[in-house]
């Protein structure tokens, strides 16, 4: 198949034919990349870092050099189908405020972030007493980008409180998804939520 | 004799247009002709005439942006992005550098000869803008015969020119890539202007502007508006790392001469800027900037389509132009549907950037534009 990482598949697979997306914190833009070119997805990325912003531009992606923390406001309501923040809602300040603006441009939004609670991370923290660092959660303390640590069971509430609709959810672990306890056994999980 | 590599030897041309009763219109209301555009030509126009890319200078430039005249030994100003294999890739692209008129660079400025008087024109030059720069282009596009341009492209006063290309011939342009530069001058840059045109009219022998049969030229004024041009296009960490304290002598002089080599380093731009530029034209291509202004729905008109594509370039040490002025011509952008990428380029030298950073903005420019003239094999967010 087109090589993709487990949670970028499942989004990728989430995406209609032709929509219009945008990917907060795109990376090297290799996501929006097979998105455009296998599904004609009209797409656009944000991401901080330069070096990954050189290889979008390589890639022929329209892309946006700064943080996202900063905000959407050039973007006007409703102007995409998809707005992708996997792995990246977790490192942003103000990730309330990121997620109601990626609802507010797009149509869904599409949220993947490593999950706190997967047993090996209780484990490394209920039985050694140390922070948990899993092949999701792979830093230590001091080098984390990580700024917000959340479990599925915590966005689930999350969504409930603001009433967000969760339109399906995807709980993952390295090879494919997990059904059984996912809050136990998820590495990551992949939300498609509206507002 | 040096080896001449790159683009090679080039020789400046000129194209005269606007005879009267036909003068061009400016924005003022004035009308100038006959009016002389220096330019440059890099490359080859291919048949179809669709790959020519349009370089637009900056305040101080020139229409040589690159290759070298037979007798100089340093090349055009962006020798470093325009030639064979570079980001403007002379190989496969028609690279046409223009001149601006107001300027003193073989183009019709103040101190071109007025037919009706037969003098210099002096403070009797109308005053011009940004987009009359530009309407004057249009007409040596024309002559060339170039309908539709690959880019438009230019950094500081020329990002200006590309984006009000862009503004009043949309539909002439594939691509832009406005670098270093601001869809509107702020207070501050209409401030740094200002004191070098009250420099220039402080000095005696600026005379109103009438300096051109007197033996006195307004040097002193001009050199010290270069010399706070300079500052502004400088970061404080170059001029650190460029001079940090040295001295040019042991010790202090214990008088004003220049003591520090940032002073020397100021004096001998500044000197030098006057044995090539005049004064009268800094003062109207400074008053050019300070009127520009792109803002709101001035770059793109409240709901009109265009397939231009941006690259807008800004530099993390600019206070000239700092970063969240292109961010802001991107966001205009946004709003008004416009597909654009925005890179800001890691570098400390200031403004002065977009003249060094060759390989980061190489890096950017040349798949920019490379995709841009062979087509996407990806849509894009805003496909028309």
């Known amino acids: 198949m087109n090589g993709l990482r487990i949670d970028n598949k499942v989004i990728f697979d989430i995406i209609e034919r032709g929509s219009r997306v945008l990917d907060l914190g795109c990376g090297d833009g290799e996501l929006i990349y097979v998105l455009a070119k296998e599904k004609g997805a009209k797409v656009q990325g944000i991401e901080i870092d330069d070096n990954e912003i050189y290889k979008c531009v390589e890639k022929g992606l329209s892309v946006f050099h700064g943080d996202i923390d900063s905000g959407l406001a050039e973007y006007p309501d409703r102007s995409f189908d998809y707005v992708i923040l996997n792995q990246s809602m977790q490192q942003v300040k103000k990730a309330d405020f990121v997620i109601q603006e990626a609802l507010r441009v797009g149509q869904k939004a599409i949220i993947g972030f490593p999950n706190f ?23 230590y303390w001091y080098n984390t980008p990580n700024l917000h640590f959340l479990t599925i069971s915590d966005f689930k509430d999350y969504c409930a409180q603001k009433t967000i609709k969760v339109v399906s959810s995807y709980c993952l672990n390295e090879k494919r998804q997990v059904r059984f306890y ?11 939520v509206t507002k | ?88 890739d002379t190989d496969k692209y028609f690279v046409l550098s223009s001149n601006v008129i107001g300027g003193c660079k073989g183009s019709t400025g103040p101190s071109s000869v007025d037919p009706k008087t037969g003098k210099p024109y002096a403070l009797g030059f109308p005053i011009i803008t940004i987009e009359d720069m ?44 406005p670098v270093a530069t601001a869809a509107k001058h702020s207070p501050q840059q209409i401030a740094f202007d200002e004191v070098g045109r ?19 030229k307004p040097e002193k004024g001009l050199a010290v508006a270069r010399m706070v041009g300079h500052i502004t296009y400088m970061s404080d960490k170059s001029m650190e790392e460029k001079f940090s304290r040295r001295m040019k002598e042991k010790d202090y002089s214990f008088s004003f001469t220049a003591d520090f080599e940032v002073e020397g380093y100021l004096r001998y731009r500044g000197d030098n800027f006057v044995k090539r530029f005049d004064a009268n034209s800094y003062l109207y291509l400074t008053k050019a900037l300070d009127y520009f202004d792109l803002s709101g729905h001035r770059l793109i008109p409240k709901g009109k389509n265009i397939g231009v594509r941006f690259l807008v370039i800004a530099f993390k040490s600019d206070w000239l132009y700092p970063s969240y002025q292109s961010q802001d011509i991107v966001r205009q952008l946004k709003a008004s549907g416009v597909d654009a990428t925005y890179c800001e380029i890691n570098s400390t030298y200031g403004h002065d950037a977009f003249l060094l950073e060759a390989e980061e903005e190489t890096r950017l420019i040349k798949h920019f534009l490379s995709k841009t003239f062979h087509g996407y094999d990806v849509a894009r967010a805003y496909e028309i």
């Open chain 1, 117 to 139: 609670a997967y047993l090996r991370a209780r484990f490394r923290l209920f039985f050694k007493g140390r922070v948990p660092i899993t092949s999701s959660l792979p830093y």
């Open chain 1, 182 to 192: 996912p809050n136990l056994f998820a590495l990551n999980a992949v939300f498609l």
């Open chain 2, 134 to 177: 530009v309407n004057a282009q249009t007409y040596l596009l024309d002559h060339l015969g170039i309908k539709k341009l690959l880019c438009v492209i230019g950094g500081s006063m020329g990002g200006m020119q590309a984006l009000q290309w862009v503004a009043s011939y949309p539909e002439r342009i594939q691509c832009a890539i």
């Open chain 2, 198 to 216: 009250q420099a220039v009219m402080a000095d005696p022998a600026w005379n109103n502007g009438n300096y051109y049969d007197t033996k006195e």
């Open chain 2, 1 to 88: 004799m040096m080896k001449k590599t790159g683009a090679g030897i080039v020789k400046t041309e000129y194209f005269t247009f606007a005879e009267p009763p036909n003068e061009m219109k400016l924005s003022s209301g004035k009308r100038l002709g006959p009016v002389t555009l220096a330019y440059e030509k890099y490359g080859k126009l291919n048949k179809n005439k669709t790959n020519a890319i349009l370089v637009l200078h900056a305040l101080s430039g020139d229409a040589h942006a690159a290759g070298y005249y037979e007798e100089d030994k340093d090349p055009g100003w962006w020798d470093v992005m325009i030639g064979p294999g570079k980001a403007l």
